[in-house]
């Protein structure tokens, strides 16, 4: 079977982010001080949807055993305070031999800092791991000024053909909040 006609066999919802927030460490900071932020974000739909051990096989067995989600994700205040750059996740398909993981073919995840794969342990953490993202920002706040200043954070995520999925891409932005620079 042709890998064209894999990628038809399944109808994914089109895929979204959501639960875009940024969360302040302290809602007021003097100018000296940074501020802290959490930024974080979910993929749903077709991507979630697809990431799934029975996927897994299949494509694992079309040989298609790697993933890569390449994502960006910026703060602003009208203007750029901050930004990951371009990062890259991927999830690696492979033949386990644990007898502790449930199918034969799982999925590591490795994440855009570089450091050791992660087996997860199940299904739903797998999906957890992969497509959950949390980032984490410090700001100078004279940066900013004195005042109070709005902050939005923009994610943009991106993924490419599988076996089983077309490429896509999605953007989102969070709903501003608001910190108060003394």
Same mark, same amino acid.
């Given at each position: 079977?042709?890998?064209?006609?894999?990628?038809?066999?399944? *109808?994914?919802?089109?895929?979204?982010?959501?639960?875009?927030? /940024?969360?302040?460490?302290?809602?007021?900071?003097?100018? @000296?001080?940074? /501020?802290?932020?959490?930024? @974080?974000?979910?993929?749903?739909?077709?991507?979630?949807?697809? $990431?799934?051990? *029975?996927?897994?096989?299949?494509?694992?067995?079309?040989?298609?055993?790697?993933?890569?989600?390449?994502?960006?994700?910026?703060?602003? *205040?009208?203007?750029?305070?901050?930004?990951? @750059?371009?990062? =890259?996740?991927?999830?690696?398909?492979?033949? #386990?031999?644990?007898?502790?993981?449930?199918?034969?073919?799982? #999925?590591? /995840?490795?994440?855009?800092?570089? @450091?050791?794969?992660?087996?997860?342990?199940?299904?739903?953490?797998?999906?957890?791991? $992969?497509?959950?993202?949390?980032?984490?920002?410090?700001?100078?706040?004279?940066?900013?000024?004195?005042? #109070?200043?709005?902050?939005?954070?923009? =994610?943009?995520?991106?993924?490419?053909?599988?076996?089983? /999925?077309?490429?896509?891409?999605?953007?989102?932005?969070?709903?501003?909040?608001?910190?108060?620079?003394?």
């Amino acid at each position: 079977m042709s890998l064209l006609d894999r990628r038809g066999e399944y *109808s994914w919802q089109p895929t979204t982010l959501a639960d875009v927030k /940024i969360i302040l460490d302290k809602g007021t900071v003097s100018s @000296g001080e940074d /501020i802290g932020m959490t930024v @974080g974000f979910r993929v749903l739909g077709g991507l979630r949807d697809s $990431f799934t051990p *029975s996927v897994w096989t299949l494509a694992w067995e079309d040989n298609d055993k790697l993933v890569r989600l390449a994502m960006e994700t910026t703060v602003s *205040s009208g203007k750029r305070l901050a930004t990951t @750059g371009k990062e =890259v996740r991927r999830a690696r398909f492979y033949w #386990s031999r644990d007898p502790d993981l449930p199918y034969r073919i799982w #999925s590591a /995840i490795v994440r855009e800092d570089g @450091g050791a794969p992660i087996i997860p342990s199940s299904a739903d953490d797998a999906r957890a791991e $992969f497509l959950d993202v949390v980032k984490r920002f410090e700001i100078p706040a004279g940066s900013l000024g004195k005042g #109070s200043h709005r902050l939005t954070a923009t =994610v943009d995520v991106k993924w490419g053909r599988r076996t089983y /999925i077309e490429k896509g891409k999605a953007s989102a932005k969070s709903k501003p909040v608001e910190v108060k620079v003394e």
